[in-house]
Protein backbone atom coordinates (compact mmCIF):
# COMPACT_ATOMS: atom_id res chain seq x y z
CA UNK A 1 0.00 0.00 0.00
CA UNK A 2 1.05 3.47 -0.93
CA UNK A 3 1.03 6.67 1.43
CA UNK A 4 2.09 10.09 1.49
CA UNK A 5 3.78 12.37 3.63
CA UNK A 6 3.77 16.00 4.08
CA UNK A 7 5.83 17.02 6.92
CA UNK A 8 8.35 19.88 6.60
CA UNK A 9 10.31 18.99 10.02
CA UNK A 10 13.38 17.19 8.46
CA UNK A 11 14.36 14.66 11.35
CA UNK A 12 10.13 13.75 12.27
CA UNK A 13 9.79 13.62 8.03
CA UNK A 14 13.22 10.81 8.15
CA UNK A 15 11.36 8.63 11.16
CA UNK A 16 8.32 8.34 9.86
CA UNK A 17 9.49 7.47 6.40
CA UNK A 18 11.81 4.84 7.69
CA UNK A 19 9.40 3.72 10.56
CA UNK A 20 6.31 3.01 7.63
CA UNK A 21 8.92 1.48 5.06
CA UNK A 22 9.99 -0.77 7.76
CA UNK A 23 6.40 -1.69 8.22
CA UNK A 24 6.17 -2.62 4.43
CA UNK A 25 4.45 0.59 2.93
CA UNK A 26 5.62 2.39 -0.10
CA UNK A 27 5.97 6.08 1.27
CA UNK A 28 5.97 9.50 -0.57
CA UNK A 29 7.61 12.20 1.71
CA UNK A 30 7.39 16.03 0.64
CA UNK A 31 8.22 18.60 2.53
CA UNK A 32 6.50 21.59 1.11
CA UNK A 33 2.58 22.13 1.14
CA UNK A 34 2.04 22.31 -2.50
CA UNK A 35 4.14 19.18 -3.40
CA UNK A 36 2.35 17.57 -1.07
CA UNK A 37 -1.08 18.85 -3.08
CA UNK A 38 0.51 17.86 -6.38
CA UNK A 39 1.00 14.49 -5.59
CA UNK A 40 -2.33 13.99 -3.23
CA UNK A 41 -4.24 15.33 -6.76
CA UNK A 42 -2.23 13.36 -9.48
CA UNK A 43 -1.01 10.24 -7.71
CA UNK A 44 -2.52 7.25 -6.63
CA UNK A 45 -2.64 6.94 -2.49
CA UNK A 46 -4.27 4.71 0.11
CA UNK A 47 -3.37 7.36 2.53
CA UNK A 48 -1.92 10.60 3.67
CA UNK A 49 -0.01 11.81 6.90
CA UNK A 50 -0.35 15.75 6.74
CA UNK A 51 1.60 18.30 8.90
CA UNK A 52 -0.54 21.74 9.50
CA UNK A 53 1.62 23.92 9.37
CA UNK A 54 3.17 23.97 5.48
CA UNK A 55 5.47 26.10 3.61
CA UNK A 56 3.60 26.65 0.45
CA UNK A 57 0.17 25.58 1.07
CA UNK A 58 -1.16 24.31 4.70
CA UNK A 59 -2.82 21.30 5.30
CA UNK A 60 -6.20 22.33 5.83
CA UNK A 61 -5.77 23.43 2.48
CA UNK A 62 -4.23 20.14 1.09
CA UNK A 63 -7.26 18.67 2.52
CA UNK A 64 -10.01 20.49 1.44
CA UNK A 65 -8.38 20.05 -2.46
CA UNK A 66 -8.52 16.34 -1.96
CA UNK A 67 -12.17 15.96 -0.94
CA UNK A 68 -12.98 18.79 -3.39
CA UNK A 69 -11.61 16.73 -6.05
CA UNK A 70 -13.38 13.72 -5.24
CA UNK A 71 -10.32 11.69 -3.08
CA UNK A 72 -11.95 9.85 -0.41
CA UNK A 73 -8.73 7.80 0.74
CA UNK A 74 -7.88 8.26 4.98
CA UNK A 75 -6.17 11.54 5.74
CA UNK A 76 -4.00 11.18 9.06
CA UNK A 77 -3.40 15.09 10.66
CA UNK A 78 -0.24 15.22 12.60
CA UNK A 79 0.55 18.20 14.09
CA UNK A 80 1.50 20.03 17.29
CA UNK A 81 -1.50 21.83 17.40
CA UNK A 82 -3.71 19.93 20.17
CA UNK A 83 -6.29 22.85 20.69
CA UNK A 84 -9.70 21.24 20.98
CA UNK A 85 -11.04 23.91 18.14
CA UNK A 86 -8.13 22.52 15.75
CA UNK A 87 -8.88 18.87 16.17
CA UNK A 88 -12.76 19.75 15.29
CA UNK A 89 -11.78 21.77 12.11
CA UNK A 90 -10.16 19.08 10.66
CA UNK A 91 -12.72 16.24 11.53
CA UNK A 92 -15.01 18.72 9.67
CA UNK A 93 -13.20 19.46 6.44
CA UNK A 94 -12.79 15.50 6.39
CA UNK A 95 -10.08 14.16 8.03
CA UNK A 96 -10.20 10.57 9.10
CA UNK A 97 -7.99 11.10 12.74
CA UNK A 98 -5.65 13.34 14.26
CA UNK A 99 -2.09 12.60 16.35
CA UNK A 100 -0.87 15.51 18.35
CA UNK A 101 3.03 15.80 18.88
CA UNK A 102 5.20 14.33 20.19
CA UNK A 103 4.07 10.86 19.37
CA UNK A 104 4.48 7.49 19.85
CA UNK A 105 5.54 5.82 16.60
CA UNK A 106 3.50 2.30 17.65
CA UNK A 107 0.33 4.35 17.71
CA UNK A 108 0.87 5.86 14.40
CA UNK A 109 1.24 2.65 12.93
CA UNK A 110 -1.49 1.49 14.85
CA UNK A 111 -3.83 4.20 13.72
CA UNK A 112 -2.60 3.90 10.09
CA UNK A 113 -3.35 0.23 10.18
CA UNK A 114 -7.12 1.02 11.28
CA UNK A 115 -6.80 4.04 8.93
CA UNK A 116 -6.15 1.33 5.58
CA UNK A 117 -8.85 -1.53 7.24
CA UNK A 118 -11.91 1.29 7.45
CA UNK A 119 -11.08 3.35 4.13
CA UNK A 120 -11.22 -0.43 2.11
CA UNK A 121 -14.62 -0.57 0.47
CA UNK A 122 -14.33 -4.43 0.69
CA UNK A 123 -11.84 -7.05 1.11
CA UNK A 124 -11.12 -7.88 -2.12
CA UNK A 125 -10.24 -4.27 -3.17
CA UNK A 126 -7.14 -5.08 -0.42
CA UNK A 127 -6.15 -8.75 -2.01
CA UNK A 128 -3.92 -8.68 -5.79
CA UNK A 129 -4.17 -11.89 -7.24
CA UNK A 130 -2.00 -13.69 -10.38
CA UNK A 131 -2.93 -17.06 -11.35
CA UNK A 132 -2.65 -18.30 -7.98
CA UNK A 133 -0.68 -15.80 -6.10
CA UNK A 134 -2.44 -14.18 -3.83
CA UNK A 135 -1.06 -11.07 -1.57
CA UNK A 136 -2.87 -9.78 0.79
CA UNK A 137 -2.48 -5.83 1.85
CA UNK A 138 -3.78 -5.55 5.10
CA UNK A 139 -2.85 -8.72 6.30
CA UNK A 140 0.70 -8.41 5.30
CA UNK A 141 0.06 -12.20 3.66
CA UNK A 142 1.65 -13.67 0.64
CA UNK A 143 0.28 -17.23 -0.16
CA UNK A 144 0.36 -18.79 -3.60
CA UNK A 145 -1.55 -22.16 -4.25
CA UNK A 146 -2.60 -21.25 -0.42
CA UNK A 147 0.58 -22.04 0.55
CA UNK A 148 1.86 -19.45 3.03
CA UNK A 149 5.19 -17.35 1.78
CA UNK A 150 7.00 -15.69 3.98
CA UNK A 151 8.40 -12.43 2.66
CA UNK A 152 10.55 -10.04 4.05
CA UNK A 153 9.17 -6.19 4.59
CA UNK A 154 11.35 -5.56 1.46
CA UNK A 155 10.41 -8.61 -0.59
CA UNK A 156 6.73 -7.80 0.10
CA UNK A 157 7.12 -3.74 -1.12
CA UNK A 158 8.66 -4.98 -4.51
CA UNK A 159 6.40 -7.98 -5.28
CA UNK A 160 3.36 -5.39 -4.26
CA UNK A 161 5.05 -3.12 -7.00
CA UNK A 162 5.22 -6.00 -9.62
CA UNK A 163 1.87 -7.06 -8.67
CA UNK A 164 0.31 -3.85 -9.06
CA UNK A 165 2.49 -3.06 -12.44
CA UNK A 166 1.48 -6.78 -13.58
CA UNK A 167 2.56 -7.28 -17.77
CA UNK A 168 4.97 -4.27 -17.67
CA UNK A 169 8.53 -4.21 -17.95
CA UNK A 170 9.69 -2.12 -14.83
CA UNK A 171 13.52 -1.03 -15.23
CA UNK A 172 15.51 -1.29 -12.17
CA UNK A 173 15.81 2.70 -12.06
CA UNK A 174 12.48 2.86 -11.11
CA UNK A 175 12.34 -0.51 -8.81
CA UNK A 176 14.87 1.02 -6.69
CA UNK A 177 13.24 4.59 -6.29
CA UNK A 178 10.13 3.22 -5.21
CA UNK A 179 11.09 -0.27 -3.15
CA UNK A 180 14.80 1.48 -2.12
CA UNK A 181 13.96 4.97 -2.21
CA UNK A 182 17.43 5.66 -3.61
CA UNK A 183 18.96 6.24 -7.02
CA UNK A 184 19.52 3.33 -9.05
CA UNK A 185 23.33 2.45 -9.09
CA UNK A 186 24.52 0.00 -11.77
CA UNK A 187 27.69 -0.69 -9.39
CA UNK A 188 25.06 -2.61 -6.70
CA UNK A 189 23.49 -5.52 -7.12
CA UNK A 190 21.12 -4.88 -4.74
CA UNK A 191 17.97 -5.07 -6.86
CA UNK A 192 19.09 -8.49 -8.61
CA UNK A 193 19.87 -10.76 -5.19
CA UNK A 194 16.33 -9.35 -4.11
CA UNK A 195 14.80 -10.48 -7.51
CA UNK A 196 16.93 -13.67 -6.98
CA UNK A 197 15.17 -14.07 -3.48
CA UNK A 198 11.96 -13.28 -4.47
CA UNK A 199 11.72 -15.84 -7.49
CA UNK A 200 13.21 -18.40 -4.89
CA UNK A 201 9.89 -18.19 -2.89
CA UNK A 202 7.57 -17.29 -5.07
CA UNK A 203 8.26 -19.37 -8.81
CA UNK A 204 10.97 -21.72 -7.90
CA UNK A 205 8.07 -24.25 -6.46
CA UNK A 206 5.48 -23.47 -8.55
CA UNK A 207 4.14 -23.30 -12.16
CA UNK A 208 3.70 -21.47 -13.97
CA UNK A 209 6.85 -19.16 -12.96
CA UNK A 210 5.56 -15.60 -13.25
CA UNK A 211 8.74 -13.22 -13.07
CA UNK A 212 10.39 -12.72 -15.59
CA UNK A 213 13.81 -10.51 -16.93
CA UNK A 214 13.71 -8.26 -19.53
CA UNK A 215 17.45 -8.43 -20.82
CA UNK A 216 19.02 -5.24 -20.83
CA UNK A 217 15.62 -3.77 -19.59
CA UNK A 218 13.95 -4.64 -16.30
CA UNK A 219 11.99 -7.39 -14.59
CA UNK A 220 7.81 -8.02 -15.16
CA UNK A 221 5.59 -10.22 -13.48
CA UNK A 222 2.80 -11.93 -15.77
CA UNK A 223 1.16 -14.82 -16.42
CA UNK A 224 2.90 -17.25 -19.24
CA UNK A 225 1.17 -17.35 -22.42
Known amino acids: ?60 RILQEIRKAGLDFPVLFLTARDHVDDRVKGLELGADDYLVKPFAFTELLARVRTLLRRGSKN ?27 DLTAKEFALLELLMRRKGEVLPRSLIASQVWDMNFDSDTNVIEVAVRR ?17 RGMGYVLEVPE
Open 123 to 149: KEADILRIADLELDLLRRRVTRSGKRI
Open 198 to 214: LRAKVDDDFEPKLIRTA
Open 1 to 60: MKILVVEDEPKTGDYLKQGLVEAGYVVDLVRDGLDGLHLALNDSYDLAVLDVMLPGVDGW
